[in-house]
C-alpha cells in the first residue's frame, strides 16, 4: 500500500484518530510568525487542521494553498475550510509547479513521509521568495513520532525523524539560514528562512 492509498482509505475518521490541542498549535504559530498579507503553502495539509489557524494570522489579504497527496483528504478539509482566500492542490510536493512564489512553506505533522530530504530543501528553495520560510513542525516528540510510524511500517512508508541539528544542518546546505530550533518531549520544529538560491 503506497502512502496515497493509506490515506485516502483513513480520510473520513482522520480527525477522530488524530488530537492537535489548540494551546499546543498556537505555541507552533508562535514560533512561526506569519504576517497579515503573506502567501503560504500547507503542504501534507490532510484533513486541514492548521488552515484556520493559518488563515488567522495571513488575513483577507494573505493567500493560502492547500496541498495533499490525497485527494480523499482534501475532500475532508473543503467540507470544513471555507475562505475566500484558500485553494486546494492534489499532488506530490515535488512536482507542483505554481506560477507564484511564497513567502512561507509549513510542513505540519508530515514531514517524515518525504523520502528524500535533500530534494525536499531543494524544491522549498525554489518555491520561496528570498527570504522566505521552510517550517518542519510536530506537537510530539520526535521519539513518540519515531515510535508511531515504525508500528505502521507495514502500511506506509515514512522516514524516522532524527535530531533536529541534523535537519538544520540539510537546511543551510540548500540555503537556509536557522531561524529557530526545538526538539523535546513536546514538540519537534525546525524553522530556516532562505537566504539564498541553489
Not at 535537519?167 to 526538539?183: A, Q
Request: aromatic fraction near 12%.
Amino acid at each position: 500500500m503506497d502512502n496515497r492509498e493509506f490515506f485516502n482509505n483513513i480520510a473520513e475518521k482522520w480527525d477522530s484518530m488524530c488530537c492537535h490541542p489548540e494551546e499546543k498549535v498556537n505555541h507552533v504559530f508562535d514560533k512561526i510568525k506569519l504576517e497579515k498579507g503573506n502567501y503560504v503553502l500547507d503542504i501534507g495539509s490532510g484533513t486541514g487542521i492548521i488552515i484556520p489557524y493559518i488563515e488567522k494570522e495571513i488575513g483577507e489579504g494573505g493567500k493560502l494553498v492547500a496541498l495533499d497527496l490525497s485527494e480523499k483528504m482534501i475532500e475532508v478539509s473543503k467540507k470544513k475550510n471555507d475562505y475566500k482566500n484558500l485553494s486546494f492542490h492534489v499532488g506530490d510536493f515535488n512536482l507542483y509547479n505554481p506560477s507564484e512564489k511564497y513567502d512561507c512553506i509549513i510542513a505540519y505533522s508530515c514531514y517524515p513521509h518525504f523520502n528524500d530530504r535533500e530534494a525536499f530543501f531543494k524544491k522549498a528553495n525554489f518555491l520561496l521568495k528570498k527570504y522566505g520560510k521552510v517550517v518542519i513542525a510536530h506537537i510530539e516528540s520526535r521519539q513518540k513520532i519515531n515510535s508511531r510510524h515504525n508500528d505502521i511500517e507495514e502500511h506506509i512508508h515514512s522516514n524516522d525523524l532524527v535530531e533536529v541539528n541534523e535537519t538544520s544542518n540539510v537546511m543551510k546546505k540548500f540555503g537556509f539560514d536557522t531561524m529557530y530550533t526545538e526538539d523535546n518531549k513536546e514538540y519537534y520544529i525546525c524553522i530556516g528562512k532562505k537566504s539564498r538560491e541553489v
